[in-house]
């Protein structure tokens, strides 16, 4: 069964860094793009970065130029490399990816900026 299993989140003070990690098994992970949500209380799931199969990747405009979405297919790893964190960025992270048009996520991992 596709598993998917986040780490690396914490309590950062604003302008700290955090990298979050989702090691992904039951799929054959070079054949699938992975995302990065987050869900602040009171907030819709919002799609934070996207990697595609080739390495492509996205990101909502409001991490632009702080986050980098990588992956690395030897380990079934995508990461979330976050810098120059803000308060507004506190939230639970969770990892994504589609097989077979079913949505699959990770536990989540609590990522909190104090200010």
């Known amino acids: 069964q596709v598993q998917l299993v986040e780490s690396g989140g914490g309590l950062v003070q604003a302008g700290g860094s955090l990298r979050l990690s989702c090691a992904a098994s039951?799929?054959?992970?070079?054949?699938?793009?992975m995302g990065w949500y987050r869900q602040a209380p009171g907030n819709q799931r919002e799609l934070v970065a996207h990697?595609?199969?080739?390495?492509?990747?996205t990101y909502v405009d409001s991490v632009k130029g702080r986050f980098t979405i990588s992956r690395d297919n030897a380990k079934n790893t995508v990461y979330l490399q976050m810098n120059s964190l803000k308060p507004e960025d506190t939230a639970v992270y969770y990892c994504n990816t589609q097989d077979w048009g079913i949505d699959y996520w990770g536990q989540g991992t609590q990522v909190t900026v104090s200010s």
């Open positions: 039951g799929i054959i992970f070079t054949n699938h793009a």
């Open positions: 990697i595609t199969t080739d390495g492509s990747t």
